[in-house]
């Protein structure tokens, strides 16, 4: 059972454009967001997170934005870098527990 | 680099065959995880020690554990392996504490790359 899904295996950008990653998430319980970016051969690198009482959370040219309606998070990249191609995980978790649920990834790959 | 070290980079075996995986954690960090990424999928957490102690255990396996020795660094067997079993494991620790109601950040090492053949 899926309960972090990033539906987009894949994406591909210009360099200078925006860059939207989405994720969607079936757990209510969840109440804290984050996003894990990933080089080849390197361990993923914490990103930005948000807690579920907010709905966007920004650090420089990162925004996280969540909408617990619809169960869904997604983090834009703007400008988009070539330095940003990477894969990029959603992960979530609930309450008091240090245990992280992680989708599976979106590559992204910023073109010159 | 994220101060977790993680060894062996790569390793490959047979089915049937038991390793060991060994993670040393950031300085000063007392909660160490460990997750598998299976090909194409996210990482799944298996388990977590806090300062020695078992504190939380996800969808690992019986033919897998793990320990957290005195000196902190952490300990995971795999046995009787199968082909399924091939992945990236992930070793991640934080400063942590038994129940921590804010996110203490955790640093991943790069990863053993197991191979079952």
């Known amino acids: 059972d899926q309960q972090v899904k990033q539906n987009s295996p894949s994406l591909s950008v210009q360099e200078g454009r925006i860059s939207i990653l989405n994720c969607d998430y079936t757990?209510?319980?969840?109440?804290?967001f984050l996003w894990y970016k990933k080089y080849p051969a390197e361990g993923p690198t914490f990103l930005i997170s948000?807690?579920?009482?907010?709905d966007k959370n920004e650090d420089g040219r990162f925004t996280v934005f969540l909408n617990k309606s619809a169960k869904h998070l997604s983090l834009h990249i703007v400008p988009s870098q070539p330095g940003d191609s990477a894969v990029y995980f959603c992960?979530?978790?609930?309450?008091?527990?240090?245990?992280?649920?992680f989708g599976t990834g979106t590559r992204l790959q910023v073109t010159l | 680099d994220s101060g977790v070290t993680q060894t062996p980079k790569h390793l490959i075996t047979a089915t049937g065959q038991r390793v060991t995986l060994r993670c040393s954690p950031r300085?000063?960090?007392?909660?160490v995880y460990w997750y598998q990424q299976s090909l194409d999928q996210g990482l799944q957490f298996l388990i977590q020690?806090?300062?020695?102690?078992?504190?939380a255990k996800g969808n690992i396996l019986e033919r897998f554990s793990a320990q957290q020795f005195p000196d902190l660094h952490s300990e995971l067997n795999l046995s009787s392996l199968e082909l399924g079993d091939s992945a990236l494991y992930f070793c991640?620790?934080?400063?942590?504490?038994?129940?921590?109601?804010?996110?203490?950040?955790?640093?991943f090492g790069p990863g053993t790359r197991l191979t079952v053949l």
């Open positions: 991640a620790s934080s400063v942590g504490s038994p129940i921590s109601l804010s996110y203490n950040e955790q640093f």
């Open positions: 757990n209510s319980m969840f109440d804290y």
């Open positions: 948000i807690s579920s009482i907010k």
């Open positions: 992960a979530a978790k609930t309450g008091t527990a240090s245990k992280l649920t």
């Open positions: 300085s000063g960090d007392l909660s």
């Open positions: 020690y806090y300062n020695g102690e078992e504190r």
